[in-house]
């Protein structure tokens, strides 16, 4: 005897939901959890039925509706095609009025419609049971009107008050049966339902262990575009889904980010206890920093709770000398006696933001860059005197002291390095330039590169204006005219000539 796969669910469906385009009732609930919203699920899920060779039967309280399709030819002067169009034939008395209903009727639509995007059984099993929950829940405020099984031939009948479909049962509707609880949380963990982030617990349907992905407790995907493992599955009450019910990469990502910056202590330990103890990468360390950081419109309130989880997660699992930071900063960090957890950047700005203890959090400036200063060396302090002399000379400092110089050393950035600059008052200049011994032959044993470094940096102290600047290149060019001035005044003393009169 024939066997099918029965849904069921208390209250009767209108016979709309299952042959007009567009109609569905469940967006106009106020009830939690209701998952229905485009219109189009029963409808192509008929279709995707009727391509497998599996005309299903439904039975909206009292009255049947067995579908099946006639063959439509369609011809312009180019072309003639055959199409196969979807019909239903109706039995049984109307559920609203009573009246007695025997007809076949045009759905308006072909087999061949949505078939790019509806192409497997499960997808047309899902509309089915996602529909029977979504009237269960605005009939008795919960899914406990669905009931799922298999039954016979014999079995395939109505239910006044209720609506059931059935399938026949074919290897792919069974699988899908058996699989249920991976498809539906309602029938497998109907506690995490509320819950946007899902400890793993092996709902892939096939070997691999990538991201899981649910829509109110409903399965839309598993994340295949990525062959890195996932830490956790994910239940996502907005995700938005296209009218095929898929979501794109982005999406997906960009959601999954968003629930895992508003995740709890506990799962946040888990992102860190992977960083810390293991070399394997997981799925969540690519979130990008737009999900992971505070959305506007956050209340400080939000904000604060997820400073607390994010730092409490991580002091848990790396202790209280820890700190995340990315693969640069490590060698600072041990020098400065930290123990430093190294994590991709993103996750490291992100974990800075909600307050846990970052590089930017516990290393100056210079420790950041790559940088030790140190007390300047006899050349940079030569540097430095010798520049000052010659503004002195060209009354050109106005009206400043000499600021006091310091050597630094300092690791190549982009393949370039850092030979001077100027910071609240003191003049650096890198210890390549100005190291020490020079000066012994007297000044003029200084290098021009360390001179023109000091020039620079000390006009930036007289200025206080920035590189490339109009008043930093006028400044500049004063110091230019007046030396040449001053060394053509020279030369006429010499020669016994008298200066030429500046105006």
Do not use: C
């Not at 959601?255 to 202590?265: H, Q, V």
Request: charged content about 25%; hydrophobic content about 40%.
């Amino acid at each position: 005897m024939p066997a099918y796969l029965k849904i069921e669910n208390v209250g009767t469906a209108p016979v709309e939901g299952f042959t007009v385009f567009g109609v569905s009732l469940a967006d106009t609930s106020s009830n939690a959890g209701v998952i229905g919203q485009f219109g189009s699920g029963n409808k192509h899920g008929v279709a995707v039925l009727l391509r497998n060779d599996l005309s299903p039967i439904v039975f909206a309280g009292t009255l049947k509706l067995e579908f099946g399709t006639r063959p439509q030819i369609v011809s312009d002067k180019h072309a003639t095609k055959e199409f196969n169009r979807v019909m239903v034939k109706f039995g049984g008395s109307d559920p609203i009025t009573g009246a007695s209903r025997s007809s076949t009727e045009d759905l308006g639509f072909v087999l061949d419609y949505g078939k790019q995007d509806w192409s497997e059984v499960a997808l047309a099993l899902r509309e089915f049971v996602s529909n029977a929950i979504d009237r269960s829940i605005r009939e008795v405020g919960d899914w406990s009107g669905v009931k799922i099984e298999v039954v016979d031939e014999a079995q395939v009948r109505a239910k006044r008050d209720h609506t059931r479909v059935f399938v026949p049962l074919s290897a792919e509707v069974l699988a899908f049966y058996n699989e249920i609880g991976k498809w539906f949380l309602h029938f497998s963990e109907p506690e995490l339902l509320n819950k946007a982030i899902l400890p793993k617990n092996n709902r892939n349907l096939g070997d691999r262990k990538a991201a899981v992905i649910y829509r109110r407790g409903v399965r839309v995907r598993e994340f295949e575009s990525s062959d890195v493992e996932s830490l956790f599955d994910y239940n996502l009450d907005d995700l938005r889904l296209d009218e095929s019910r898929q979501a794109s990469d982005w999406e997906v990502r960009h959601s999954a980010g968003k629930a895992l910056a508003n995740a709890e202590t506990a799962t946040l330990a888990v992102l860190f206890e992977r960083l810390l103890n293991s070399d394997r990468p997981a799925w969540e360390f690519g979130f990008d920093i737009y999900s992971l950081q505070p959305n506007y419109g956050d209340s400080t309130e939000v904000i604060t709770r997820r400073e607390k989880a994010w730092q409490a997660a991580f002091t848990s699992v790396a202790g209280e000398d820890a700190v995340l930071t990315g693969k640069g900063s490590v060698s600072q960090l041990e020098r400065k006696g930290f123990a430093p957890v190294v994590g991709p950047e993103n996750l490291v700005s992100a974990a800075s933001i909600y307050g846990v203890a970052t590089p930017a959090k516990v290393l100056s400036g210079d420790e950041l860059s790559g940088r030790e200063v140190t007390e300047a060396t006899p050349d940079a302090q030569a540097a430095v005197d010798l520049v000052w002399d010659r503004l002195e000379a060209i009354g050109l400092t106005n009206g400043k002291s000499k600021p006091p110089a310091r050597s630094f050393t300092s690791i190549l950035e982009g393949g370039t390095m850092l030979n001077g600059f100027y910071r609240e008052g003191v003049v650096y200049l890198h210890r390549d330039l100005g190291g020490s011994g020079s000066v012994v032959g007297g000044r003029q044993a200084i290098s021009d590169r360390l001179v023109v470094v000091a020039l620079e940096e000390v006009a930036h102290y007289v200025t206080g204006a920035t590189d490339n600047s109009r008043d930093f290149q006028n400044f500049l060019l004063d110091v230019a005219v007046k030396l040449a001035r001053r060394g053509e005044e020279k030369v006429s003393v010499r020669r016994g000539r008298q200066p030429a009169s500046v105006a």
